[in-house]
């Protein structure tokens, strides 16, 4: 499968603390995007970073991507009760089917 | 406001009963997708539509259909439900550009229970 793998599976910490979430890739990528889902709900897009970038932030959130590595993180900082929810990584690969492909996501719990 | 937009939100049927999701985007984005989620298995796409009168298999296209006849229009058909096809389903659309490697926008979800 060429699906992104993402880890932990789930992750608790007390709301203020940062949050680190892993996502690993197997082959050559276009792009990778995070997106969030609050449970039962339509997926949010947070931050596409480009094969040619390492570093992205938007507000509270930094992305690095590790191409050597195939790997990418979403960093979360000064957690919010509000940031509980679902994280995913999405790669978009270089050849084959046009689409994005999702990993199974990390399940962020902020305890207030 | 720029949406996505699924029907119905929440469905009960039996095996066997036609059923059609409607999905509608007001974006005028060329590329629209349908996923299936389940637990433990992330978002699996069952087909996906590049523009009008364009649509091609995602990974899980098995039982069920989908056309493609305007371009804010996608929906999902499923001619004999089966409750192995008990799932959340999302529509999605992009910009399109030929490629659907761009930041996809997302429905509300339907939530399908077959009994």
């Known amino acids: 499968s060429q699906q992104g793998e993402e880890d932990p599976q789930a992750l608790s910490i007390q709301e203020g603390e940062n949050a680190t979430m892993n996502c690993s890739y197997k082959?050559?990528?276009?792009?990778l995007q995070w997106y969030r889902q609050n449970s039962g709900r339509g997926l949010v897009h947070l931050i596409l970073i480009r094969s040619n970038e390492r570093e992205k932030h938007s507000g509270r959130l930094r992305v690095t991507l590790d191409t050597s590595k195939k790997s990418s993180s979403l960093l979360i900082t000064a957690s919010r009760a509000a940031d509980t929810a679902s994280y995913f990584c999405?790669?978009?690969?270089?050849?084959?089917?046009?689409?994005?492909?999702f990993g199974t996501g990390t399940r962020l719990t902020i305890i207030p | 406001e720029a949406q996505v937009t699924q029907n119905p939100r929440y469905l009960i049927t039996v095996t066997g009963k036609k059923l059609t999701v409607t999905c509608s985007q007001n974006m005028n984005h060329e590329y629209m997708s349908w996923y299936r989620q389940d637990p433990g298995l992330g978002l699996r796409q069952i087909y996906y539509?590049?523009?009008?009168?364009?649509?091609d298999k995602g990974d899980v296209p098995e039982g069920y259909k989908v056309s493609r006849k305007e371009k804010r229009n996608f929906p999902l058909i499923l001619e004999s439900p089966s409750p192995n096809q008990t799932s959340l389903y999302f529509c999605?659309?992009?910009?399109?550009?030929?490629?659907?490697?761009?930041?996809?926008?997302f429905g509300p979800g339907t939530r399908l229970l077959v009994l």
């Open positions: 999405a790669t978009a690969y270089n050849f084959g089917n046009e689409k994005l492909t």
């Open positions: 082959t050559s990528i276009n792009n």
């Open positions: 539509s590049m523009n009008v009168e364009v649509t």
């Open positions: 999605a659309s992009s910009l399109g550009r030929r490629n659907a490697k761009e930041t996809q926008y």
